[in-house]
């Protein structure tokens, strides 16, 4: 009884359980206003933002300050990484590979959610009338895709760039250990800090989730029920057959995995945002037997270009949006959405509603569907947006993984250490220039 009491997953189980019967039985407490308005603001490259009620002020303070820890870790990571390994021919590699990678599984993805969704036809029957007339410009964008604004609007990817420049200076700096010595002190800090901040992850999905349930309430599923199970039961398929494969190539379990990391997508279920969960994830996935330089590759270039979930979300809503208005597709219409998603997909950050907005500029280009059909997935968005948060999560996590084998920088021993144990892994320590494995406590049966 007394290691439940202590156990994090525990914790944030019940605070997801009580979030959502808060929403639904005390709406009235969870939008209790304790702001006249959000508070928005950017620090250290990361946008931050405050709720005005009450349940949105808890999870989105507890989401904001974790991000406060993601530019600094993936810096330090990717960093030193690329100093300890000094063989820059194999960054490139690895960064080529992982592109490679991304691209070929996020376009299964997607004409996945594309044919299931012509198979099932969550469209079929929906009633439009009432979207008539409804404004949406608040979600239409421009139709164009901007690369130079990508990466502008992206704090992940200016980062990633500017520690692999600093990675290619620093290798071939004279000094370069004096320099190993001074970031990983430094690193060690960070995460110490971090460990002590997802403390508070059950205060952030209590909030996260009595915010969803009081604002949109469970009655709002019911309409678009079909559209919801579809989503869910395709990203499901998704991990359970296709990562399940992926992972399989190298003779290393799924669930195993999922259970390694089950206090991170709890965080990422109850507050939405798979970005919650990054830092943490990076450092698990480094215990975990994944050298650092890939880890520092792969995690933060994933959560920009390796959105399994929002990418079968946004396949399926389309053909969703096409059967509700008896919009028939042909062959060279369905092949110009899978050519504009392939594009805009990867302009959607691991951040709840983003996909909604992507989602919107695509229809907007395809101009076949009307636009003001969005307003029928308002109410299920943010229900969905569980689903594309933890898809993506694990997708990056099974990405990580099978990179690390496929450069040979995967050590299976920590691996199976991790697996039976996943208390045992907080007793192991991984030098940061030699690789070496510590195991400095008796591992615990």
Known sequence: MRKLFTNLTFWVLLAITAGILVGQFAPGFALHPILQQPWKTKFLGQELEVGATLSEFLGKSFISIVKLFINPIIFLTITLGIISMGNLKKVGRIGVKALLYFEIVTTFALVAGIIIAFIIQPGHDVITASVKGSDVSNYTVSTGFNWIKFFKDNSTLQVLVAALIAGIVLSNFKYRQ???????????????????????????????????????????????????????????????????????????????????????????????????????????????????????????????????GTTIYLSMCMIFLAQAFHVHLNIEQIFAIIGILMVTSKGAAGVAGSGFVVLASTITAIKVIPVEGLVLLLGVDRFMSEARAITNFIGNSVATVWIANNEKEFDRRKMDLAFRNVEATENIITDNLTGETIIYKQEKK
């Open 178 to 308: 004096k320099v190993i010595s001074l970031l990983q002190p430094i690193a060690k800090i960070i995460f110490k800090a971090l460990h002590t901040v997802m403390l508070f992850a059950p205060i952030g999905a209590f909030g996260g989730m009595a915010f969803t349930i009081s604002k949109y309430g469970i009655k709002t599923l019911l309409p678009l029920a079909k559209l919801m199970g579809t989503v869910y039961t395709t990203m499901a398929v998704f991990i359970f057959v296709v990562l399940w494969l992926i992972l399989k190539h190298y003779k290393i379990s799924i669930l195993k995995l999922l259970r390694y990391v089950r206090e991170e997508l709890l965080v990422v279920l109850g507050t939405s945002s798979s970005e919650a969960a990054l830092p943490s994830l990076m450092e698990k996935l480094e215990r975990m037997g994944c050298s650092k330089p890939v880890v520092g590759l792969v995690v933060p270039a994933g959560y920009s270009f390796n959105l399994d």
